[in-house]
């Protein structure tokens, strides 16, 4: 007996392309990858969004900071939703309760900062961060979306700007969301949270050899919008989602 084998090519998964922004923390990146996304049609991924949901997890749980078993279990875990309220705003949702308001705090990223240095934790988030990666393309913002998750990126912009320009930006961003802050403390923070990024031993802040570095302490968001934009247009997977006004 024989049998006859139908021969279907197999279908090819569509090709996303992916835009890395990477940085010290408050240099902008996160609104300048929104806007990008925005303006391209793309998905945004947000990373430390989620190294600050997992240290909110921890402290809700009673789980020290360090307790990196516990902590690679709880990622493995983390009930997060990510969803956009009806005016456009971003929402999480971690085990049921609203947390963007603390998410956004500067002691949940210094949490952050803590328990991302684990490398159990950072393996444990690597496919959650991975899955995003969704047609038609993604915006990806963080400090190793380069030279860690998304290596093979079209477009890697390494965002940078002074410790006091940062401290400055996120002190008007946590006054004008009614939280109260130091300039003085902040700039403290952004110090060390910088120490922290840079010196840890797994995926530390750093550009990837083929990023483009970006300093944007001189440069509105729209500078910096447009500086990503002209090396998207450059790129021949990535110039065809330019919206046609911005076509080279
Ligand atoms: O970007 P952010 O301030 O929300 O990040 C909070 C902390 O999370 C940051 O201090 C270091 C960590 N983080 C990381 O280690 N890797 C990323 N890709 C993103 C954030």
Not at 108 to 124: D, E, K, N
Not at 215 to 232: C, F, P
């Amino acid at each position: 007996m024989s049998f006859e084998v139908e021969n279907k090519p197999a279908k090819k998964a569509p090709y996303v392309p992916v835009i890395t922004l990477d940085g010290p923390t408050a240099s902008g990146k996160g609104t300048v990858a929104s806007r990008v996304a925005r303006i391209l049609g793309f998905h945004v991924l947000d990373s430390g969004l989620l190294y600050r949901v997992l240290a909110l997890a921890a402290q809700h749980h009673g789980v020290a900071l360090t307790d990196e078993q516990s902590l690679e279990v709880l990622a493995g875990h983390l009930d997060v939703q990510f969803l956009v309220d009806s005016r456009g705003e971003s929402q999480v949702v971690l085990e049921g309760e609203d947390v963007s308001r603390v998410l956004r705090e500067e002691k949940t990223g210094m949490a952050a900062s803590q328990v991302a240095v684990l490398p159990q934790v950072r393996t444990a988030l690597l496919n959650r961060q991975i899955a995003f990666r969704e047609t038609p393309g993604l915006v990806a913002d963080g400090r190793d979306m380069g030279t860690v998750v998304f290596p093979d990126a079209e477009v890697k912009v390494f965002i940078t700007a002074s410790a006091e320009a940062r401290a400055g930006r996120r002190h008007r961003q946590l006054i004008e969301s009614g939280n109260h802050a130091s300039l003085a403390d902040l700039i403290e923070d952004i110090r060390q949270r910088d120490v922290r990024d840079i010196q840890r031993a797994v995926a530390p802040l750093r550009p990837a050899a083929d990023a483009v570095e970006l300093d944007n302490t001189l440069m509105t968001v729209q500078e910096a919008v447009d500086a990503v934009l002209a090396l998207v247009a450059r790129n021949e997977r990535l110039v065809r989602f330019l919206p046609d006004q911005l076509h080279p």
